[in-house]
Nanobody
Framework: QVQYVESGGALVQPGGSLRLSCAASGFSFSSAIMTWHRQAPGKAREWVATMFPAGRTFYTDAVKGRFTISRDNTNGTLFLQMNNLKPDDTAVYYC???????WGQGTLVTVSS
C-alpha cells in the first residue's frame, strides 16, 4: 500500500526557511519520479517541484532559486528545502510519485508576520 507522511510544516515569518520531509513507502522509491505539490487556501492544488531518480530537478517559476528538492533513496525520504519564504507560499504541501493518484495528509506551511 502506497503511503506518504509529510512533516516539517510550521508558522514562519517572511524571509524565513523550512525543510519539509516526506516518508514514502509501498513502492520502489529509488526508481520513482517524485514530486511536491501545494494547495493554498481556496485554490486548486498546484505542482511545485519534480526530482528524477538520477537527480534532475524541475521547479515551478514561483519557487525557482528559493526551493530545493532532494531525496534520500536509502530511507525512502523526499525533502523540500524552502528559503526566503513569502506569504504566497502559504499552503498545505504534499509529496507524490509522479502521475499517480494517492495523496498523504500533507503538512501546513504558514508564512506570516
Amino acid at each position: 500500500q502506497v503511503q506518504y507522511v509529510e512533516s516539517g510544516g510550521a508558522l514562519v515569518q517572511p524571509g524565513g526557511s523550512l525543510r519539509l520531509s516526506c516518508a514514502a513507502s509501498g513502492f520502489s522509491f529509488s526508481s520513482a519520479i517524485m514530486t511536491w505539490h501545494r494547495q493554498a487556501p481556496g485554490k486548486a492544488r498546484e505542482w511545485v517541484a519534480t526530482m528524477f531518480p538520477a537527480g534532475r530537478t524541475f521547479y515551478t517559476d514561483a519557487v525557482k532559486g528559493r526551493f530545493t528538492i532532494s531525496r534520500d533513496n536509502t530511507n525512502g525520504t523526499l525533502f523540500l528545502q524552502m528559503n526566503n519564504l513569502k506569504p504566497d507560499d502559504t499552503a498545505v504541501y504534499y509529496c507524490q510519485e509522479a502521475d499517480t493518484t494517492t495523496w498523504g495528509q500533507g503538512t501546513l506551511v504558514t508564512v506570516s508576520s
